[in-house]
């Protein structure tokens, strides 16, 4: 099982950033995929979520109006758009597949870095 988040950087406030993480190793249509991010110091919180068939998502309330989370069944990838990013958006993001609510896997990436900095 692999989860390679990209599209981490540095940006300025009211950038833009594309955040994708691409899986392999487990069936990712059946899977919800997540988005997840820690800044230093502070607990991993949940940033966005969406549902196996891409029709349904829901947002932090951080994220809600200025993030986009989508997925590419196809291509086995999920996508976070990040538009007017502040600097409170910086942290490490991680991608989560999750089917463990029905006995299925649970796994995480290892992370990229997002850098909200003028």
């Known amino acids: 099982v692999h989860l390679v988040e990209s599209g981490g950087g540095l940006v300025q406030p009211g950038g833009s950033l594309r955040l994708s993480c691409a899986a392999s190793?487990?069936?990712?249509?059946?899977?919800?995929m997540s988005w997840y991010r820690q800044a230093p110091g502070k607990e991993r919180e949940l940033v966005a979520t969406?549902?196996?068939?891409?029709?349904?998502?829901a947002y932090a309330g951080s994220a809600k109006g200025r993030f986009t989370i989508s997925r590419d069944n196809a291509k086995n990838t999920v996508y976070l758009e990040m538009n007017s990013l502040k600097p409170e958006d910086t942290a490490v993001y991680y991608c989560?597949?999750?089917?463990?609510?029905?006995?299925?896997?649970?796994?995480w990436g290892q992370g990229t870095q997002v850098t909200v900095s003028s």
């Open positions: 989560r597949a999750d089917r463990s609510y029905v006995g299925g896997g649970d796994y």
């Open positions: 969406i549902s196996t068939l891409g029709d349904s998502s």
């Open positions: 190793g487990f069936s990712f249509s059946s899977y919800r």
